[in-house]
């Protein structure tokens, strides 16, 4: 067991691109309230609502993973996959996408989500191409702004946010239950991904987390893309780290310097214990966003 993560992390840690791939050795599900429960281990954290008549997902993890996630939610009430969700176009928020569309799984997600899952994407940060997804895959009910999802006893309500992560983030909260599904706006205990190839940034990063605080409260069970549940506490300390980061490169940048003199400098030094021992090592975190603030300055 432990070669094996061993050698899992050498394999993540030497292509980027397959990153959280990592994690699909330990699927497992937790419950979180009510009939909602948390499906982590497959790539981007997965939410379940049990109906009568079948299951709700909040994202279909990588697809590598899409054994280890049906061979969970077959366990849990009727298993049959009605309704899914997508937060974002990623692989490993979408990853199950082709499958369960082809089982005849009601796909909803932004706009944004399915004109860039169907044509395809390359991911620089990761040198990294995306292929065209196959369109049993693609979502079949998309929304501009923002919609509701009746099942079971819930409404879950979801909501499209400003470019932050990518173009096509939105939020989904489930107001009975009050849990909350932030998608990769949210990276709990680590330096987000940001991918600015998809029209993302850090300052919509930062305006983004400001806006997920007025929407939850402090009983809100609140599932981050990547990391463990946080609470509203959690959410703030992310926020105010986004803006002291943003504040930090525009002043590096307005100063002129290179990305080398950055990563010498060590600016993030007060974030980076909290933040830079994730997926995310301090010196990508500058890289990323050095870059990527550069090419639209
Ligand atoms: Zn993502």
Redesign the pocket.
């Known amino acids: 067991m432990l070669r094996r993560s061993f050698l899992c992390n050498i394999v993540a840690a030497s292509a980027g691109g397959v990153l959280l791939r990592a994690q699909a050795a330990g699927v497992s599900v937790a419950p979180l309230r009510d009939k909602l429960y948390l499906l982590s281990g497959a790539g ?1 954290n997965i939410i379940i609502q049990e109906g009568p008549d079948g299951l709700l997902m909040v994202d279909s993890g990588l697809s590598d993973s899409t054994a280890a996630i049906l061979g969970q939610t077959d366990k849990i009430g009727k298993g049959q996959i009605t309704q899914l969700f997508n ?4 692989t ?2 979408t990853g199950s996408n082709v499958i369960l569309g082809q089982k005849g799984a009601q796909i909803t997600a932004q706009e944004n989500v399915k004109t860039r899952l169907a044509k395809g994407q390359y991911m620089e940060f990761f040198k990294r191409k995306v292929d065209p997804m196959d369109p049993a895959g693609l979502p079949t009910v998309t929304f501009k702004d923002k919609g509701k999802i009746k099942f079971a006893s819930e409404t879950a309500h979801y909501e499209h946010l400003p470019p932050a ?2 173009d096509g ?1 939105s939020i989904i909260h489930f107001h009975n239950a009050n849990v909350f599904h932030g ?2 706006l949210l990276f709990n205990g680590m330096y ?2 940001i ?1 600015y190839g998809s029209a993302g940034s850090l300052a919509g990063m930062a305006g983004n987390a400001e806006r997920i605080l007025k929407m939850v409260d402090e009983s809100t069970i609140i599932v981050p ?2 990391g463990a549940v946080a609470k509203k506490g959690d959410v703030k300390e992310f926020a105010d780290m986004l803006a002291g980061s943003l504040d930090i490169f525009s002043k590096n940048l307005k100063a002129g310097k290179t990305l080398e003199q950055m990563q010498a400098d060590q600016p993030f030094k007060a974030y980076d214990g909290k933040w830079g021992n994730g997926f995310m090592k301090p010196e990508a975190w500058i890289a990323m966003n050095y870059a990527g603030m550069k090419q639209s300055a």
């Open positions: 981007g937060t974002h176009w990623h490993d928020h992560h990518t983030d998608g990769d987000p991904f991918d893309g990547h």
